[in-house]
């Protein structure tokens, strides 16, 4: 069956970089892009941007430009979401999703930032 | 930007009962291939959103058919009858005919 199965929680600290992988089963993963969905604590889902799983581009909405990377490891069916130089801000659960309409969801990565 | 516009906040039912979400976007859903991508999701606690309905009207595998959407355009509604425990949580509108948006949210709880 098709899942998306995300890296565990992380706990970082202000100006450290984290790393989240999506691994995905069940499908030919270049077949679909992959895209980031961020939720801060009681809050709704914002979109962050996708990646072609095609092509390795990616397109980040304009909250996440400059210090979020999107890539890939289509040898291993894998995305993953790179955060860069953390802030508080950054706390929140990740989540990756299948393709534009996004009927797959991984299960979400907390991140947790704090001195 | 497309701005979505998700109602009501916070919707207290009955089991049993009927409830229904609306999404009103600031511009036109309408693709330039025809059609229409807004999506519904339930969101329920510490778990992922999981897809209830596509391109507005389209149930996913496995969703009841208490639940059922409609709309055109810029207006769009999630309808839920016979509202039961498990239909309980956070509800999201999500369009990606321009990029992604979504609705700020609608929290389904009991009266």
């Known amino acids: 069956q098709i899942q998306l199965v995300q890296s565990g929680p992380e706990l970082k600290k202000p100006g450290e970089s984290v790393k989240i992988s999506c691994k995905a089963s069940?499908?030919?993963?270049?077949?679909?892009?992959m895209y980031w969905v961020k939720q801060a604590p009681g809050q709704g889902l914002q979109y962050m941007g996708w990646?072609?799983?095609?092509?390795?581009?990616?397109t980040y909405a304009d909250d996440f430009k400059g210090r979020f990377v999107f890539f890939l490891e289509t040898s291993a069916s894998t995305a993953y979401l790179q955060i860069n130089n953390l802030k508080n801000e950054d706390m929140a659960t990740y989540f990756c999703?299948?393709?534009?309409?996004?009927?797959?969801w991984g299960q979400g990565v907390m991140v947790t930032v704090s001195s | 930007d497309v701005v979505m516009t998700q109602t009501p906040v916070s919707l207290p039912v009955s089991l049993g009962g009927q409830a229904s979400i609306s999404c009103r976007s600031s511009?036109?859903?309408?693709?330039?291939?025809?059609?229409?991508?807004l999506h519904w999701y339930l969101q329920k606690p510490g778990q992922s959103p999981q897809l209830l309905i596509y391109?507005?009207?389209n149930r996913f595998s496995g969703v009841p058919d208490r639940f059922s959407g409609s709309g055109s355009g810029t207006d769009f509604t999630l309808k839920i009858s016979r509202v039961e425990p498990e239909d309980l949580g956070d509800y999201y509108c999500?369009?990606?005919?321009?990029?992604?948006?979504f609705g700020g949210g609608t929290k389904l709880e009991l009266k």
């Open positions: 999703a299948r393709g534009t309409t996004a009927y797959y």
């Open positions: 069940g499908y030919t993963f270049t077949n679909y892009g």
């Open positions: 990646i072609n799983t095609e092509t390795g581009k990616p």
């Open positions: 511009q036109s859903l309408v693709h330039s291939n025809g059609n229409t991508y």
């Open positions: 391109r507005v009207s």
């Open positions: 999500l369009q990606s005919t321009h990029s992604w948006t």
